[in-house]
């Protein structure tokens, strides 16, 4: 199936959607960073592509049978200010929403079948629990039926506890299969602390791991001051930019190809934070199916 990939940081839903046999045919990203990497890393030569959400028109946006998107957390996120769908960054859920309410009323048949969202946990209570009820009921209204789950890169194949909410869509008339509940993938492993630095600060960043264990939630670190570190030998050091995106699921050459056009370390890390783990894209994606017959339709 096709997919339009929405505030696509540096691409962990496309490698995802990809690895299960989907086609990406346009994104959408306005950090001029993760834009670069973005094209160093899936070279997204002639597809369609804008950088402000909010200024689309929506007749120019290419028919896609889904559309990924992981909206902006810092509104959302324990660590951010909670203001929910109150503050800037985390409502541009609705610019997202108001191109479907248009593309609805132009050319339903130009609907997405599917819609598959990312958040942090926290979305799950901030404000009480009414902006996750309001997400889902603005999408019941626009003609989507949601399925949700609380996932954990951990589960699926990454050294990183990591946990996030996934939302699924399913334009209702369309055939499309249910996706949750996803098992997991992998064997339960954890956090190993391997001791503290006597440091100032929050104590998450003086805390220094055993590389045998799990990391913790990578973040966007500052752009490189506040990186995980592990034990090495006799030493400790900071987890390096590499390591952070194998954290996230992606392959060494992704990493090469934007290492090679010229971004910044401090900008390899917040990329890396900032994504999706490629690894749980991966499972979801592979059970993102339309049946034939609503395909003939």
Known sequence: MRVLDLF???????????AAGHQAIGWVEID????????????PEGEWTHDDIRTIDYRDVPRADIWTFGFPC???????????????????FFAVTKLLRQIKAWNPKRMPSYLLIENVKNFLSVNGGWDFLLAQAEL????????????????????????????????????????????RQSREAHC????????????QWNRVYD??????TLTTMQGGRQEPKVTDGYRIRKLTPRECFRLQGFPDWAFDRAKENGVSDSQ??????NSVTVNVIYEIAKRMQIEETAKEA
């Not at 696509?8 to 990809?18: K, P, Q, Y």
């Not at 810092?74 to 541009?92: C, K, M, P, Y």
């Not at 609380?150 to 249910?178: A, C, M, W, Y």
């Not at 390899?268 to 934070?273: F, N, R, S």
Request: glycine fraction near 16%.
């Open 140 to 183: 019941d209204e626009i003609g989507y039926d949601c399925e949700w789950q609380l996932l954990n890169s951990k589960d699926f194949g990454v050294p990183q506890n990591r946990e996030r909410v996934f939302i699924v869509g399913h334009l209702r008339g369309r055939g499309t299969r249910k996706v949750f509940p996803l098992e």
């Open 32 to 43: 001029k960073h993760a834009r670069k990497s973005y094209e160093a890393i899936h070279q």
């Open 192 to 203: 190993k602390l391997a001791g503290r630095l006597a440091l100032p600060g929050k104590d």
């Open 74 to 92: 810092q509104d959302i996120s324990v660590a951010g200010n909670q203001a929910g769908f109150g503050g800037e960054r985390s409502s541009l």
């Open 8 to 18: 696509s940081g540096i691409g962990g839903f496309r490698l995802g959607m990809e």
């Open 268 to 273: 390899l890390y917040k990329q890396a934070g």
């Open 211 to 216: 590389p045998k264990g799990l990391g913790p």
